[in-house]
T-cell receptor, first 111, second 115 residues
Framework: GENVEQHPSTLSVQEGDSAVIKCTYS??????FPWYKQELGKGPQLIID?????GEKKDQRIAVTLNKTAKHFSLHITETQPEDSAVYFC??????????FGTGTRLQVFP | KAGVTQTPRYLIKTRGQQVTLSCSPI?????VSWYQQTPGQGLQFLFE???????NKGNFPGRFSGRQFSNSRSEMNVSTLELGDSALYLC??????????????FGQGTRLTVV
């Protein structure tokens, strides 16, 4: 069946530290893995994505890594700032044409 | 370029009533997906429309329905509202070409409260 597991559900870090969120997926045909950031009162915003033909992608302080063999992918945020505090969702496609989301990680960055 | 627009932002309805929510996708996007977001269940997929046709459907009862117009705008309808339907309803638009998932952009959502 379709399933995306996300851990941890909550994460607290000190400003300047790194944060890592991990997801596993079940559909071996999945080939696109986006990450979304949702701030209070807003819809999820796409922050980075990766396709299955690469193992890592970086965009300034955020990076995503993908291990297709193990069927897991991770979001890495370095040098965290208070404005990084939000709920983060991973997602993976099922049957190639609909996105299934993880349950979310609430990240809190303390000054 | 305008983003995804959802109306209304907030809605309060009584149990048993029905409700219609609207979503205008990004210009040029032909795929619109709807999600229900609740604190306990996260983002649950409702359905997806592409070129006025429902392409995918989630595991929700028949009280939840939708449609898409020729200009790609989409509506979802919930009939015979129940207290458990209280949630944030989000729509996401994407190019949707070739049936392959690509970048999806969300609206701000409609917060529905059923009393």
């Amino acid at each position: 069946g379709e399933n995306v597991e996300q851990h941890p559900s909550t994460l607290s870090v000190q400003e300047g530290d790194s944060a890592v969120i991990k997801c596993t997926y079940s559909d071996s045909a999945s080939n696109y893995f986006p990450w979304y950031k949702q701030e209070l009162g807003k819809g999820p915003q796409l922050i980075i994505d990766i396709r299955s033909n690469v193992g890592e992608k970086k965009d300034q302080r955020i990076a995503v890594t993908l291990n297709k063999t193990a069927k897991h992918f991770s979001l890495h945020i370095t040098e965290t700032q208070p404005e990084d505090s939000a709920v983060y969702f991973c997602a993976a496609p099922h049957n190639t044409d609909k996105l299934i989301f993880g349950t979310g990680t609430r990240l809190q960055v303390f000054p | 370029k305008a983003g995804v627009t959802q109306t209304p932002r907030y809605l309060i309805k009584t149990r048993g009533q029905q409700v219609t929510l609207s979503c205008s996708p990004i210009s040029g996007h032909r795929s619109v997906s709807w999600y229900q977001q609740t604190p306990g269940q996260g983002l649950q997929f409702l359905f997806e429309y592409f070129s006025e046709t429902q392409r995918n459907k989630g595991n929700f009862p028949g009280r939840f329905s939708g449609r898409q117009f020729s200009n790609s705008r989409s509506e979802m309808n919930v009939s015979t509202l129940e207290l458990g339907d209280s949630a944030l309803y989000l729509c996401a638009s994407s190019l949707g070409q070739g049936g392959i998932v690509g970048e999806a952009f969300f609206g701000q959502g409609t917060r529905l409260t059923v009393v």
